[in-house]
């Protein structure tokens, strides 16, 4: 939206016939909450916020400060294109404040805002782009989900042995129509696996639009008479679901600090994993069928924590290969900007890079290198024992975040 925006609401309203308005935020650990509310409404919420009972939101509040406060933020508005035939749905993202208007400090997209400030400060500036996987899973006649996958199809696969053709074009079509712009869409390894990619933008956007493209599948998927499991492992034998992020750098000085940012993720990956991994299935997916189970790196090696792929356009890039979809976008994309940063300002030197394949490397290879968390309790407690974790995130957050992992 324009920056007047503002003064035009009543405007936006009649245009786009809209009905009902999702004032849309997110739980601590990324689940989508929202209050519909109806457009003569929005002013109000605009002035003076929408209050809600935060203390029915795990992890956010006692009943002796319950009530909080949504107020949106009006560039995130847009259509729903599924929910109505006449008239719209509008779904706006939301701050959560307090009743004296200071921010809530749980709310995960205010966090993100200011890690991306501290990174402008620092005259740095990050970027993300996100690879989404899911297995497409039927559902009993009760509408159940069952674990029998939408087809038997594999990695790039084609129809009719890809089932899923159809369902990737409208999730596509969708993400277009809600003014994201998806870069690739395809089938994955594992039997009604697939995966749909976007373009990289600003953390905050890219955040939106993860979650955003999530809902999507949901509920296309869903349309289809089927489930969209975005769990880590939701097929024991078969490869699990990736969030794989793409990260990149420009800086005002023009250095390239992408070396030193990867190194800084490097350094505080053991802390970030419950972040990046927050569920005990995570843990069952690290370390086999290609996803990460060592902290390493290497050029294009996609057996290793992060890889630098091979680029023609010119702009580098890393990915982080091991966070899954289970993860809070904001809270993971927080943590990985201040992780970089903090290697930046220590101009932090990587470690070497592995150039094996560590699915079929050697035992006295593996022996020597270091490994991430090897099941939940573990990343809990480097969690708990994390200076730099204190750092970037509240005390009430962390605890709740562990006692509900």
């Known amino acids: 939206m324009n920056s007047d925006f503002n003064d035009n609401i009543d405007e936006y309203i009649e245009h786009n016939n809209v009905q009902f308005i999702r004032l849309t935020f997110f739980d601590i650990f990324g689940g989508q909450r929202n209050i519909a509310i109806l457009p003569q409404q929005l002013k109000r919420a605009v002035e003076e916020g929408i209050a809600f009972d ?78 989404v996987e899911f297995y497409m899973l039927h559902c009993d006649e009760n509408g159940i989900p069952t674990k029998e996958p939408h087809d038997l199809a594999g990695y790039l696969s084609v129809s009719p042995g890809d089932r ?45 639009n993860t979650s955003t493209c999530k809902w999507i599948v949901e509920n296309v998927v869903r349309s289809e008479g089927c489930y969209a499991d975005f769990s880590p492992k939701p097929l ?74 091979a680029i023609r356009s010119g702009r580098k890039r890393f990915e982080l290969r091991s966070p899954d979809p289970a993860a809070n976008p904001y809270l993971a994309y927080t943590l990985l900007i201040h992780a970089g940063l903090d290697g930046i300002r220590k101009r932090a030197k990587l470690i070497p890079p592995v150039d094996l394949d560590l699915n079929t490397a050697p035992a006295e290879i593996l022996g020597k290198l270091e ?29 709740a975040y562990c006692d509900q992992a």
């Open 54 to 131: 935060a203390s029915a939101i795990p992890g956010f509040s006692g009943d002796s400060r319950s009530d909080l406060f949504l107020e949106p933020d009006l560039k995130t508005l847009s259509v729903v294109p599924w929910r109505s035939i006449e008239g719209s749905v509008v779904r706006v993202f939301c701050d959560i404040t307090y009743p004296d208007g200071s921010p809530f400090e749980k709310d995960c997209r205010q966090l993100l805002k200011k890690a991306e400030k501290k990174a402008r400060e620092m005259g740095i500036y990050v970027e993300f782009g996100t690879e």
């Open 164 to 208: 899923g053709e159809n369902v990737r074009r409208d999730i596509c079509q969708l993400l277009m129509e809600m003014g994201i712009i998806p870069e690739a869409s395809h089938h994955e390894q594992g039997p009604g696996q697939h995966e749909v990619d976007f373009r990289h933008g600003d953390p905050l956007q890219t955040a939106d």
């Open 236 to 309: 024991r034998d078969r490869p699990g679901n990736g969030m794989h992020l793409n990260i990149s750098l420009q800086s005002k000085d023009k250095e390239d600090y992408m070396y030193m940012f990867m190194a800084g993720v490097m350094e505080h990956i053991k802390e970030m994993t419950l972040f990046l991994n927050p569920r005990p299935e995570s843990y069952e997916r690290l370390g086999s069928m290609e996803a990460p189970g060592f902290i390493s790196w290497s050029e294009q090696n996609r057996s290793q924590l992060i890889r630098v792929p």
């Open 371 to 399: 490994r991430l968390p090897s099941h939940l309790e573990e990343a809990v407690r480097y969690a708990l024992e994390s200076g730099f974790i204190k750092e970037v995130l509240p005390d009430d957050l962390v605890r």
